[in-house]
Structures are given as C-alpha cells and as structure tokens.
C-alpha cells in the first residue's frame, strides 16, 4: 500500500524523537549495569555457587517492584504531566546510577543488588508513560510504526546493552569498575538531559485521587484491564510475548554451548540473530499494515513463531558435533544457516505479533485509563516472566528435557494459545483473512485518508459501491475500526458472511423487501454514531451494474436528521476494473488473470458539517473526487 509516508521520519520530530530517545538510552543502561556485574564477579573469580545465588536472585529482585509498584506507577502516570514524569523518572536513574556506581567502587555486591532493586522500581515507574504516551502524540495511523520504531529500539539497546557491559571487564580489566561506574552514571545523565526536550504531554486524569495501597489497587487495575475483551486479550498476547521471550533467551547461553558447540560468544551471536529479527519484524509492520492498526497481522506473527520454533527442533534436536565454535566456525558448520534463519524468523514474526497487539491496546483504551491498563499490563507480564523461569528450569531438571524439546513444546503451546485467543476474540482472525484477501489481490493507493477522517469521535463515511470487495478495502484502508452499513445479500455470502458479522457490519433492506430490517439498521447505525464509532454507508443502495455512480438514495439524510455527524466523502478507484465487480459474468470474474493485483486508489475529502447537506450534493461530491477512474 502506498502511503507516501515513512515511519522513520518520526525520528525527525521533536514530538517523538526525545522520548524515543530516553527509553532506549534506559533499556541500554538497565543491560549495561546488569552484565557489568557478571562482568565483575568473573573478574573477581567468585566460586560458580556465589554466581549462581546472583543469577537467581537478581531477576527477582529486578522483576519484584513491577509486582509491588506497578498500580502506583500506573496512577502517577495518569495523574502527571507525562514530560514532567519522564523527568522525574530519569531524575530517578542518576541517583539509582550514583549508587550503583558506589557498589563498583568498592566492588560491593550487596550496594549493586539495592540498586539493582532500585532500577526496578525506577523501570516500574517509567513503564506506564513509555507505552501511554504515544497516543497521545502519534496520530491513528502512526501508532503502529511508533509502536514499531519503540519495540526496534528496545530490542537492539537491549542487545548493544549486554555487549558493552560484558565487555567491560574484558578490555579494561582492573579498571574495570571506574568504567563500569562511570558509564550508567553518563548514561543516566545523558537520558535526562534528553528527557527535558520531550514536549509537554497533558495528563490523562490529573484529578485522579491516588490510592497508595497496591493490593486493591492492582486488583482494581486488573479489573480494568478486562474492560473490553479485546483489549484484554491484546494484553494477555504482550503478557504470552514475555514468556515465549523468556524461555528463549533463558535457553540460548546453554543451546549455543550444547547444541550449537559453540564458546560463550556464540550465545551473544544467537541473541543478536533474534534482537536482530524482532526489531526488523517491529519496522515491518507499518509498511504491512498500510499504517492502520492492522491486527490481522498477529494470528500471522503466532503461527509464524510455532512455524520457525518447529523447525529449530528439527534442525538441530540433539548434541552438536563439534565443540569450542568461535562464530565463525559455527557459521561453517553444515545446517547452521538453516538455524540462523530459524532465529532471525522467530525474531522477525514476534515482531509482528506483539507490535500491532500494542497499539490495539493504546487505540481502544479511553485516554483517561490508559496508563493504569499499562501498568496492569506490566503487572500481568512480570507473572508470565516469572512462570517462563520457572516452568524452563522445572521441565529440565524434573522431566529432563532437551533445549531443543523445550522449543518443540514452546512451539506446540504457542500453536495453542493462538488458538485460544482467536477463538475467544474472533476480529483478529477477521482482520488476518481481510488483510490477506486485500493484499493478495490488490495493489492500494490512499489519497487524504490520514488528513481528512476524524482521528476521534462519530463521523459518517459515505462512498460510492463498485463491488462486493469494498467493506474490505475501506476496512483496509481506515485508520480507525468502522461500522459498514451493507445490502443483506452482499452481508449473507458465504464465507464472507462471517468476516462482517465479525466486524459488525449492519446488514440492510429496502423498505419493501424487508421494512423490519430496515428499520433496526437504522436504528443500530443510530446507537454506532452515539457511542462515537464511524459509520460507512453505500448511498447507491446497491452495486453499480455499469461503472457509473447511481443516484445516492435519501437514507444518508434520514441518518443526519436523527444523529447530525461529520460526513466524510469517500471515493473508490479502479475498482470497476478488478475483480469481484458486476463488469463480468461469475464465471469471468474468476478467469481474467488481469485483474488480479489491480491497481486501486481510494480517496477522502475533508469532513462536512451535516448542517444543510443532502443526498444529491453527496453524491455530486463523491462523483467529482472519483473523477474519471470508474
């Protein structure tokens, strides 16, 4: 789909580059700090059991403030200017820093553990504003590449984080705790330097009254979290996103050293092959999703996770060959491109998974509860990252599992989970199948969707009807999610006729076919434009049986009588000529190969006060923007 838009040039943009900035400044320093202490007890030659104690406990300690916290956090954030918050948070980290760099210098590891602790609740303190902030300077249709560019960021500090910390140790040796010291205090401080350029974000709730009692408020937070269900379901897939992302990297170190061969830097190599496939996978989804916030793309992301995860098994189940790999011996082994590939795919389709699942979440929570539902969604996360620690030790050392047969099962679950999810919420297997459709057999150009239909709040589209394809391409083509009025035959169609109901589309009849029909169609359009959906109706009553635009009918007025809205003129092109129009017999629709991949322009033009309009300056309007591309 052509947009004439790229989500890079947000990053030219005070609204956004700053804050993107900040968090993953944040991400970076968090995974310096951590492997630099790895790095110090290696350099101290601490015994394997003192190792093992902190290894166990440090993620604990890291992960217990999002258990503890995270129901304030999600308040202050609602209540605060988010800029103002951003500032304190970072304010926050230098202090956290100055202590952790203390704990280096004199090479204490209980001062490195409270700080650890400390990080955490700073982490917990940030986590809503990081997600809750972007719609409220992203447009509808930015989200899912700001989302994308933030998920990027995160997933590559992530992994620049943990090879700059490990290697602290190993180039600077006994100056290695100055280094260290110095480090994630520049970077706490560079992070709040670039904080104060965020612009000013208003609160979402400043009149919020907060509870500072975190047991009922987390209770009350998670009960918001299951407002909607398809929001919630949204987080239950970020939360299943952690702990597939867990097992994983949890594996990783013993995968390259047992069935890989490979010595420890072969672990950062197969980490870099995933970060390096999520962050692509995160990009990828604005350009896929035609910058709408396409949830079709996460049953695609689940089924390609288990398709990757499957084949990992089978490319290496058992005990690698060879021992002691540096990258690049490993890189010549026989099968090792088939496994790089499996870690970059896995990489690449939970990008797609868990990106649109963000903004979801960020476009269908109310503004004033969306920081709260980001802090029960961090809450949820840290109990699915904990279970994914847990299960992965459990499942090897009492059933005495493989790496690869941890895969294998994580792959069969993960297979299942979707399934459960898609069950429950059936719009994101609607949404698959209608993106697939539209995509496969159409090549799209929009002409001021993004600019001229309302990001908020009721608004009635009318637009002329070419074939039986159009709800879907409109659908496509829309940032926000929308109401498709429909002639009940086109609404029955087989197969078809379960995407609509999925979507809510609101079958409708003439008055002498069906005058009952008719009338609880107009009075659900009535109740959709109340409750602030957008609503699309085909004026013409029925498909054009020539290419031309028929007369559009009086029920647009009807409508604008009983619930005055902003009417948005639409226009189809092209599409007389594709398929699926009255332009050819059934059996011709189904053999002219020409018409596959048509190319099909859709076009908005500016929102009309309902004061005074009519069917016939409608139509009149619709025909000019349609112009000569019938």
């Known amino acids: 789909m052509s947009s004439g838009h790229s989500q890079f040039a947000l990053l030219k943009q005070r609204r956004f580059l700053p804050f993107f900035t900040v968090q993953a400044l944040g991400a970076f320093n968090d995974n310096v700090y951590r492997q630099a202490i790895i790095g110090l007890l290696g350099y101290l030659a601490v015994e394997q059991s003192q190792r093992l104690i902190y290894t166990n406990l440090a993620p604990a300690l890291f992960i217990l403030p999002y258990f503890l916290f995270s129901a304030i956090a999600g308040q202050i954030a609602e209540k605060l200017e988010k800029q103002r918050l951003i500032v304190i948070t970072t304010t926050m980290e230098i202090v956290v820093m100055s202590l952790a760099a203390v704990g280096f210098l004199i090479q204490n590891m209980v001062v490195l553990l409270v700080a650890l602790f400390c990080t955490g609740v700073q982490s917990t303190l940030f986590g809503p504003v990081k997600y809750s902030i972007l719609p409220s300077v992203l447009k509808p249709e930015e989200l899912t590449g700001g989302n994308g560019l933030v998920e990027m960021g995160t997933s590559i500090s992530i992994l620049c984080g943990m090879i700059f910390g490990g290697l602290i140790f190993t180039f600077a040796g006994a100056n290695g705790t100055v280094v260290a010291a110095v480090a994630v205090i520049a970077l706490a401080v560079t992070g709040n330097l670039v904080a104060r350029r965020v612009p000013r974000v208003e609160a979402g709730a400043p009149d919020l009254k907060i509870n500072w009692n975190p047991i009922p408020e987390s209770l009350a937070i998670m009960r918001l979290t299951r407002r909607q269900l398809a929001v919630s379901n949204a987080i239950l897939g970020v939360s299943w996103f952690w702990f597939i992302g867990t097992v994983i990297t949890a594996q990783l170190p013993g995968y390259a050293e047992l069935n890989l061969g490979g010595r420890p830097e072969l672990y950062v190599f197969a980490l870099a092959l995933f970060s390096i496939g999520t962050g692509s996978g995160s990009l990828l989804c604005e350009r896929l999703s035609g910058r709408t916030v396409e949830i079709g793309l996460v049953p695609l992301g689940a089924f390609g996770i288990s398709a990757f995860m499957l084949d990992l098994y089978f490319a290496r189940p058992g005990q690698a060959l060879a021992a002691g790999l ?51 969604l961090n809450i949820q996360n840290s109990l699915f990252i904990v279970v994914a620690a847990v299960v992965g030790i459990a499942v090897q050392r009492w059933l005495g599992w493989t790496i690869p047969q941890v895969f ?53 589209i009318v637009c002329n009807h070419v074939s039986y394809m159009d709800a879907l391409i409109l659908a496509a083509t829309v940032p926000r999610p929308v109401r498709f009025v429909m002639y009940y035959k086109i609404f029955n169609i087989p197969v078809m006729r379960w995407i609509f109901r999925t979507a809510k589309a609101i079958p409708i009849a003439g008055a002498r076919e069906d005058p009952a029909l008719m009338q609880r169609a107009f009075d659900e359009i009535d109740a959709a434009l109340a409750e602030g959906e957008l609503v699309c109706i085909f004026p013409e009553g029925a498909l054009t049986r020539d290419g031309e635009i028929a007369p559009f009918k009086s029920g647009v007025e009807k409508i604008l009588e009983r619930r005055p809205v902003p009417v948005v003129p639409m226009a189809l092109r092209g599409m007389w000529s594709s398929m699926w129009s009255r332009r050819d017999t059934r059996l011709g629709r189904m053999r002219v190969p020409r018409r596959f991949r048509a190319h099909v322009q859709v076009a908005a033009a ?21 112009g000569e591309l019938a």
């Open 326 to 376: 540096d990258v690049l011996g490993f890189v010549h082994q026989p099968g090792s491109v088939r496994i790089m590939l499996d870690l970059v795919g896995i990489g690449v389709f939970t990008g797609f998974f868990v990106v649109p699942l963000f903004a979801l979440i960020q476009s269908r929570t109310p503004r004033a509860e969306l920081s709260r539902v980001i802090a029960g």
């Open 408 to 460: 294998l099962a994580l792959a069969i679950a993960n297979t299942i989970v979707a399934i459960y999810i898609f069950t429950i919420v059936p719009e994101f297997l609607m949404r698959f199948l209608s993106w697939l459709l539209v995509r496969t057999l159409y090549r799209l150009e929009l002409h001021g969707i993004e600019k001229n239909v309302p990001d908020e709040g009721a608004a009635l």
């Open 606 to 626: 500016p929102p009309r006060d309902p004061q005074g309009v009519d069917a016939q300056a409608l139509e009149a309007q619709v025909r000019a923007l349609r």
